[in-house]
């Protein structure tokens, strides 16, 4: 079943008569349980995509459904209720508040939600469990690594059990251990919970993770590549 449906979207910068066509006729699906790739060279719009599916940006022409609801017709003040409920959001930068300690900022996304303690602090076990982060609770943000940041980061975006997660280069900021443990992670978070992760990255290792790569270039998805194989294989493939 799609949890994502993109509709022959086009977004259009600029002006009337100095248009920049960024995405041009953009159609593909992602399914329940997939851990979508979103790869292309600097400028060919990745984020500019990922701001259209986040609701946090409209296009220009086309539709995007997720789970079933246009959101690109939505107003304004449902949108943020819909991204609340439905999106999950991992940056580069993780966005931790360092004033609140690694529980807290986990529980953040549910402070709007009625939801009973027993409850959210069950959610807070299982989730820092599958992302080994289950011993840093009680820690302040600057007191633990970089690499645990992004996973308190992970946690936070999967604590409102989202139908879809929206990652943002998760590894930009990690050496290459801790991307790999966070991928590794990931994973696990993808295939336990059968949640959807949507993640755009320019770097190919971290690509190798996803089950399918999706390609932006001059403004159209130009390719799919399914993951078969070993790791080995995809990198002698792109
Ligand atoms: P990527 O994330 O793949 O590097 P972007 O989506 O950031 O690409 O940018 C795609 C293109 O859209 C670039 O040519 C960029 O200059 C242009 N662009 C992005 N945002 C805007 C904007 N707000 N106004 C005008 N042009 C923009
Ligand atoms: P990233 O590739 O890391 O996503 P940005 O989204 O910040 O980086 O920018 C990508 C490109 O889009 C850059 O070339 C930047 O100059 C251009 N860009 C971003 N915002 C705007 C804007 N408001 N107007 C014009 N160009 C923009």
């Known amino acids: 079943q799609a949890i994502l449906e993109i509709d022959r979207i086009t977004k259009v910068y600029g002006t009337k008569l100095n248009p920049v066509r960024v995405l041009e006729d953009i159609s593909f699906s992602i399914d329940q349980g997939e851990f979508v790739g979103i790869m292309g060279p600097s400028g060919a719009g990745k984020t500019t995509l990922l701001n259209l599916i986040s609701t946090i940006d409209r296009p220009t022409t086309g539709k995007i459904l997720i789970n079933q609801t246009d959101v690109t017709r939505m107003r304004e003040k449902k949108l943020t209720t819909f ?21 807290d900022n986990i529980l953040l996304p549910l402070a709007l939600e009625r939801i009973r303690y ?33 996973r308190v980061a992970a946690a936070r975006a999967l604590i409102t059990q989202p139908k879809l997660i929206l990652a943002d280069e998760p590894t930009g900021s990690l050496d290459s251990k801790s991307a790999t443990e966070l ?21 190919a290792f971290t690509a190798s993770y996803c089950q399918r790569i999706l390609f932006i270039k001059d403004g159209a998805i130009f390719s799919e590549i399914v993951r078969q194989g070993t790791r080995k294989e995809f990198f002698q493939k792109i």
Do not use: C, P, W
Request: aromatic letters at 6%.
């Open 118 to 150: 027993q409850e959210m602090m069950e959610r807070v076990t299982y989730v820092t469990k599958i992302l080994g982060i289950e011993h840093l609770l009680d820690k302040a943000i600057v007191d633990i690594s970089i690499g645990q940041k992004q």
């Open 83 to 103: 991204r609340r409920e439905q999106l999950g959001f991992i940056f580069q930068d993780f966005n931790l508040l360092e004033s609140l300690n690694v529980k």
């Open 183 to 203: 991928l590794q992670y990931l994973t696990a978070v993808n295939q336990q919970e059968q949640a959807t992760i949507l993640m755009v990255t320019h770097d």
